[in-house]
């Protein structure tokens, strides 16, 4: 076998990359593949932040190709087809490629696999590329799929993960196989200006400085919003220029209960793919309907805006919206609490703040991103659907000095420790100088509306 062509999507990255292994232990050639397919973008997919993520991850793997002797081919057009001319151009005998999740990915694997045939090209899909332990791999006696996370979690835990393999040294790529230029982030608007870089060097050197200085203050510290104690590694999970077999086995090495914690984090994105691959219309769907009298974003607009702004008179929310828009990235305690303010205070369809986050955060991602906001609604997998959970509370628990709420709603940077997470209470003085805008509802009123919809007393 002298040429194999491998095809990247969503493991933009050269350590421990099953595909790209297996290919180059076959073949003295490889093709190194990404498509820039339209039917993303036509799908709502192709967010300025992750378009700028990408350009990075695109330009590093090239370079990192190129070390090796390599370089990255990148082609526009129907996934299908491109795949199908580079193999012949290159007289490729193979094709290997990374399972997916998604309907989208599923069908674009059957479409590839029977185009390839029809040419004689034999298609490998391998496993545990972008998840730990693949969809399928754990089930309940009863079903195809776990629908409580603690009895997968369980399970998924006693799995034996596979060893994680080295960067390939050399790569050799055949001579004469066109290439489209690189993307870059010149040009791209609406890009968020604190977005971070993107790439396989960015990714690792993150990861490392986490193992090393983060991870043992996890446990206490991941819901701490003043204090980002979290790694900020899901961008990098999401581009697949990290591993998630790799991940877990150096958390696992670095050991202690901070550790723990983060590998059961990484444990819910396969939860979720296991979900989503099992039941792919959940991605628009409820998984389990209460049969909600949603308001739609047309009766709510002014409510709806005023969330997306930051604007709602609730610090905590306004400040999470406000690190969504300037960074693409929202800390989850965060996404929790704006979910819920949108879902169980403003009564509004869970889809409508579904598609704002996957316009915004670099890490949107179809299972995490829909099965998230279901739990948080009341409609996915969460054991308590009728969870409700208060921003001022969580506020004060969570930032409990205000130092989140001062660093994104800097109107309130003059008010000092926990007065600043309900600025209407300010007298005298205080609220005289602060420009910050009434609460637009009651909690008890949103409460109210909330059971009353649900048909709770």
Same mark, same amino acid.
């Given at each position: ?184 982030? +010149?040009?791209?608007?609406?890009? /968020? #200006?604190?977005? !971070?870089?993107?790439?396989?060097? *960015?990714? &690792? $050197?993150?990861? =490392? ?80 309907? +209460?049969?909600?009298?949603?308001? /739609? #974003?047309?009766? !709510?607009?002014?409510?709806?805006? *005023?969330? &997306? $702004?930051?604007? =709602? ?145």
């Amino acid at each position: 076998m002298n040429v194999s062509v491998v095809l990247f999507t969503c493991d933009l990255r050269l350590h421990d990359h099953p595909p790209l292994r297996a290919a180059l232990d076959g073949s003295r050639q490889i093709v190194p593949l990404f498509v820039r397919d339209p039917a993303v973008d036509g799908a709502g997919f192709a967010a300025a932040n992750r378009l700028a993520f990408l350009a990075d991850c695109l330009r590093d793997l090239d370079a990192g190709l190129r070390e090796r002797g390599g370089r990255l081919v990148l082609r526009h057009g129907d996934v299908v087809e491109e795949v199908c001319k580079a193999a012949a151009e290159s007289d490729a005998d193979e094709v290997h490629m990374a399972a997916d999740v998604s309907a989208f990915a599923q069908r674009r694997e059957e479409r590839l696999r029977a185009a390839l045939e029809a040419q004689g090209v034999r298609l490998h899909v391998h496993d545990t590329v972008s998840t730990a332990v693949p969809p399928g791999a754990v089930t309940p006696a009863s079903s195809d799929h776990f629908a409580v996370f603690t009895p997968y979690f369980r399970q998924w835990s006693r799995q034996t993960l596979r060893d994680t393999l080295g960067a390939p040294r050399v790569v050799r790529v055949p001579d004469g196989i066109g290439s489209a230029g690189l993307p870059s982030r +010149k040009g791209l608007t609406g890009v /968020s #200006e604190g977005l !971070a870089a993107g790439g396989e060097t *960015a990714g &690792r $050197e993150r990861l =490392t400085a986490w193992l090393r200085r983060g991870v043992d203050a996890y446990e206490t510290g991941q819901d701490d919003l003043g204090g980002d104690a979290t790694s900020r590694l899901s961008p990098h999970l999401h581009f697949g220029t990290l591993s998630p077999v790799e991940v877990v086995n150096r958390a696992r090495r670095a050991g202690g209960p901070g550790a723990e914690a983060f590998v059961r984090q990484l444990a819910w994105r396969d939860f979720h793919r296991q979900v989503l691959a099992a039941r792919p219309a959940v991605a628009t769907a409820d998984y389990r309907t +209460k049969r909600d009298r949603w308001r /739609s #974003e047309r009766t !709510a607009r002014e409510d709806v805006a *005023a969330w &997306r $702004e930051g604007r =709602t008179g609730y610090p905590v929310v306004d400040a999470g919206m406000r690190q969504l828009r300037y960074e693409g990235w929202m800390h989850n305690r965060c996404r929790l609490l704006t979910a819920s303010f949108l879902t169980k205070t403003l009564y509004v369809d869970w889809r409508v703040g579904a598609r704002h986050f996957l316009d915004l955060l670099v890490d949107g991602d179809v299972a995490n991103n829909q099965l998230n906001w279901q739990w948080m609604a009341g409609t996915g997998t969460d054991s308590r659907p009728n969870r409700v959970l208060n921003p001022v509370t969580q506020a004060k628990r969570h930032d409990p000095d205000g130092a989140y709420v001062r660093r994104w709603v800097p109107e309130l940077a003059s008010v000092e420790g926990p007065s600043v997470h309900e600025p209407w209470k300010l007298r005298g003085p205080q609220r005289a100088g602060v420009d910050y805008p009434e609460p637009i509802v009651d909690l008890s009123e949103g409460l109210a509306r909330f059971r009353e919809a649900r048909g709770r007393d």
